[in-house]
């Protein structure tokens, strides 16, 4: 059968030509994406206001956030105080930005951890049918554990430090990480491509290295913004129980805690570290949102 | 489905007893034990040898797990040291404040989150739908001891409208029980209303979409049929598994609220149990709240078979 030949243009290779070709990275686009994504800027924004006064809080807060000066002491919010003074006259602009500074470090301490150990433990998991069982079973008792009681137990057991804390955090949410890291090797193991790179004879730990891991890092990098905000949360609520880093370092939970008996004279102690907290969770929040996504379409809110 | 339970709870045994175990050796980790908090700073070292040996702290390790383990067979967890009352009768005591207090709280998560998801759903990219995934938004960053914090500051010391803490049991006075519960329920519910809100908007999203609404429309059903028997019914499924995620947040968030609205729950009991190295206590009291987190995720499940035909018929 003989098929009519195409209509020969003779400006048809010229055309194709003048259509620009997007040369581009993935990574490059994705930012892009990412940046024109509205709600992810918000939560860049908040956040960047958190970490700009973490990392500048030794310029910013000169004075000493543990430095008592009683005669200053119960001042409100004004011109010469900013956020207002404690019960012992300590500066609440020092005390709140030096424990940014400790929130953002245990936070991207825990983050750190589990992007390490989550990884390796839900990619063990998941990929070895063998160990599997075994993993899971310890990573679903954990997880059945009340989270927050979890915690506790572990400062408990290693004694109230900013270093503890970061330990027992990543006790928590490790096996969270894990599955998530898991469920999604899981699929990826019996992906086709996977199969062509056993057959081509590639090792266990090619194929997962440079296989199945890249694969699964959307949903662990979305999973890694939201447990930063958790992990902030968690180590104000246990500094606000008194098992936190140990007073007089502040940390925006042990000043809640304090700033609780006087609550009716001098409310801003309560409020100003809150909201700080509050901004903080809430703009990795929103960045989490933005990366998931762009990230992982699969778990889009449909906007 | 009788047959899944059954094998849900078989699988329950083997975590459980993980669960037990962690405890046994994080509790006996923990630096220092009872005999001091019992003693008091006081006691001389005699003293605390002879109450170290009363409560058979001195035995071995494995031989003071046997014999736990051993009671645990027969159902005995043991006598809270602090408390001086069974393991048992203790958690009984104080389980149904926090069944309580959670319970209040769910019923707030659900009507609030699931009607906004509703609603923000329905109306999509309006501002109606905006200001509710703000507020969904609001939920999930604002800390809940901090809107605890907020309330008690604005309610209970300038208004004076609720009391700062304490509880009044249901049974005793019901007026003094919402009083007293109200804002610890407010302030332990509104992660989860975020949380159900953002769920369920993207889930009756998901499902308006769907070939057989726009049929439902087509063949002119009133709006209201169409929504809450075509669409809610299925978005049902995948929220009934938040809210069985919502429970044991609940249960695992009383913690804070309990102290902090200083309400005699188990949260507050197993919280001064580990400060105070009440073992007992602490490992009785988490083996059984963990047994109960995972009786009610089992119930989610056996939940979804009454929700979901296709799951019901399943061959297991």
Redesign the interface.
């Given at each position: 059968m003989n098929l009519p030949d195409a209509p020969s243009r003779p400006d048809a290779e010229a055309d194709i030509q003048d259509v620009p070709i997007h040369r581009q990275h993935p990574a490059w686009m994705t930012l892009r994406r990412l940046f024109r994504h509205q709600l992810f800027l918000t939560g860049i924004g908040l956040f960047g206001i958190i970490l700009a006064a973490a990392i500048l809080a030794p310029i910013i807060a000169p004075v000493d956030p543990t430095k008592l000066a009683m005669r200053y002491k119960f001042r409100p919010p004004d011109g010469t105080f900013i956020f207002g003074t404690d019960n012992f006259g300590r500066s609440l602009w020092s005390r709140v930005i030096w424990g940014a500074q400790l929130s953002v470090v245990i936070g991207f301490s825990v983050v750190l951890l589990n992007a390490i150990f989550g990884t390796l433990i839900g990619a063990l998991a998941g990929y070895f049918r063998s160990l599997d069982n075994g993993l899971m079973r310890v990573n679903d008792a954990l997880m059945a554990f009340p989270a927050i009681l979890l915690a506790i137990g572990v400062t408990a057991v290693l004694g109230p430090s900013t270093f503890n804390v970061i330990l027992a955090l990543a006790v928590v949410y490790i096996p969270r990480t894990a599955r998530i890291v898991r469920s999604s090797v899981i699929v990826l193991r019996e992906m086709e491509y996977v199969q062509a790179a056993v057959a081509a004879g590639a090792g266990h730990w090619r194929i997962l290295r440079r296989h199945i891991l890249p694969n699964a890092m959307a949903p662990l990098i979305v999973q890694l913004s939201f447990l930063f905000a958790y992990a902030v949360l968690s180590e104000a609520t246990l500094s606000f129980l008194g098992l936190g880093a140990v007073p007089p370092t502040p940390t925006w939970g042990n000043i809640m805690a304090e700033g609780r008996q006087y609550m009716s004279e001098a409310s801003w102690i309560i409020t100003i570290p809150g909201i700080a907290l509050m901004i903080t969770v809430m703009g990795l929040n929103l960045l989490g949102d933005g990366l998931r996504d762009v990230l992982d379409p699969r778990l889009r809110i449909q906007q | 489905m009788a047959g899944v339970i059954l094998r849900r709870l078989a699988g329950a045994v083997?975590?459980?007893l993980?669960?037990s175990l962690?405890?046994f050796g994080?509790?006996r980790?923990?630096?220092g034990d009872p005999s001091s908090v019992i003693g008091g700073l006081s006691a001389t070292p005699a003293q605390l040898a002879q109450i170290r040996a009363d409560l058979g702290l001195d035995e071995p390790f494995f031989l003071q797990m046997l014999k736990w383990y051993t009671a645990l067979a027969h159902g005995d967890l043991g006598r809270s040291i602090l408390l001086g009352q069974d393991v048992v009768g203790a958690t009984l005591q104080r389980l149904p404040v926090t069944l309580a207090l959670s319970a209040y709280a769910l019923v707030i998560t659900v009507v609030f989150g699931l009607c906004s998801g509703v609603f923000a759903a329905l109306r999509?990219?309006t501002v109606i739908d905006q200001l509710a995934m703000m507020f969904a938004?609001?939920g999930?960053?604002?800390?809940n001891?901090?809107l605890g914090?907020?309330m008690?500051?604005l309610f209970a010391?300038?208004l004076g409208w609720l009391p700062t803490g304490g509880y009044i049991a249901f049974t005793d006075d019901p007026v003094g029980w919402l009083r007293t519960s109200t804002m610890p329920a407010i302030s332990l519910a509104l992660l989860q209303v975020g949380l159900l809100a953002?769920i369920t908007?993207?889930t009756m999203?998901?499902v308006l979409r769907q070939d057989y609404i726009r049929t439902a429309r087509a063949k002119g059903l009133p709006r209201r049929v169409v929504v809450m028997k075509h669409a809610l019914a299925n978005a049902l499924i995948p929220i009934t598994t938040v809210v069985g995620i919502i429970v044991?947040l609940l249960?695992?968030?009383s913690?804070?609220t309990e102290?902090l609205f200083s309400i005699p729950g188990m949260?507050q009991l197993?919280?001064q149990a580990?400060?105070n190295r009440d073992y007992p206590m602490?490992q009785g009291g988490?083996l059984l709240?963990?047994a109960f987190?995972?009786m009610i995720n089992i119930a989610v499940d056996a939940c979804y078979a009454l929700l979901d035909p296709r799951v019901r018929y399943e061959s297991p």
């Open positions: - | 083997p975590v459980l993980i669960v962690i405890t994080m509790m980790l923990i630096p999509q990219n938004m609001l999930i960053s604002v800390p001891f901090f914090l907020l008690i500051i010391v300038r953002r908007r993207s999203l998901e044991s249960i695992s968030g913690v804070v102290t949260g197993l919280t580990v400060l602490v988490l709240t963990t987190l995972v």
